[in-house]
Structure formats: structure tokens, C-alpha cells
């Protein structure tokens, strides 16, 4: 599977964002999907995760309420709509499939593939 990130940008604090995440191969709807980020001189981080039928989500606490993780197995993509962005927000987010179960993608360790990830900036 090869996923390709998109959707970052810059936008000023409260406003919006959704990044996309396509994936190449037959078998998407088979793996859970994640988001990660990372900030500058910060360790890479669990955002959200996502089962291969959609039906169950993980989010981490500082995004709850916040972030939508979703998907679209017709056409092997996964989105994450941002609201609300914070500063704190600022990070290159990554995007992950993982042949694990959901609960176990929230750990960077368990995911198979990796996209090369999109900047999102909050300014404030």
C-alpha cells in the first residue's frame, strides 16, 4: 500500500482544515488507518484511528471534539477534518495503515505503511 498525504496548509487560529490521505492497491478497505503528528523537536504522536469498515474511531484527548477521522473505501482515501485549530496543532501530520486491530493502532509501532505527511500551520 502507498498512501500519499495532502490538505496542509496555514491557517490562522479557530479556522479549518481537512486533509486527505489517497492509498494505492486493492485491499484499503482491509487495514485500520491512522493520523500521527509530529511537531519540531517533539516525538511523533497518535491523532486518530480509524477500522477498515469505519465503524469504530480513536481519538487522542486534545483533539476530541475537534478532529473527525472518516474514510471512503470506494475510493481508498481517508480524510481528517480539523475545526477549531490551535497553535498547539502545528505539526507535519503522517498518515498510516495498519493490518492490527483498531484499539492496538493507536500506537505508531503496530502501523505497516507510512505516507510522507503534510504541514499543517496554526497561526495565532
Known amino acids: 500500500v502507498q498512501l500519499q498525504a495532502s490538505g496542509g496548509g496555514l491557517v490562522q487560529a479557530g479556522g479549518s482544515l481537512r486533509l486527505s490521505c489517497a492509498a494505492s492497491?486493492?485491499?484499503?478497505?482491509?487495514?485500520?488507518m491512522g493520523w500521527f503528528r509530529q511537531a519540531p523537536r517533539k516525538e511523533r504522536e497518535f491523532v486518530a484511528t480509524?477500522?477498515?469498515?469505519?465503524?469504530?474511531?480513536y481519538y487522542e484527548d486534545s483533539v476530541k471534539g475537534r478532529f473527525t477521522i472518516s474514510r471512503d473505501n470506494a475510493k481508498n482515501t481517508m480524510y481528517l477534518q480539523m475545526n477549531s485549530l490551535k497553535p498547539e496543532d502545528t505539526a507535519v501530520y503522517f498518515c498510516?495503515?495498519?493490518?492490527?486491530?483498531?484499539?492496538?493502532?493507536?500506537?505508531?509501532?503496530?502501523?505497516?505503511?507510512w505516507g510522507q505527511g503534510t504541514l499543517v500551520t496554526v497561526s495565532s
Open positions: 492497491g486493492p485491499t484499503f478497505s482491509n487495514y485500520c
Open positions: 480509524i477500522s477498515p469498515g469505519g465503524g469504530i474511531r
Open positions: 498510516a495503515a495498519s493490518t492490527s486491530d483498531t484499539y492496538s493502532s493507536r500506537r505508531a509501532a503496530v502501523y505497516n505503511y
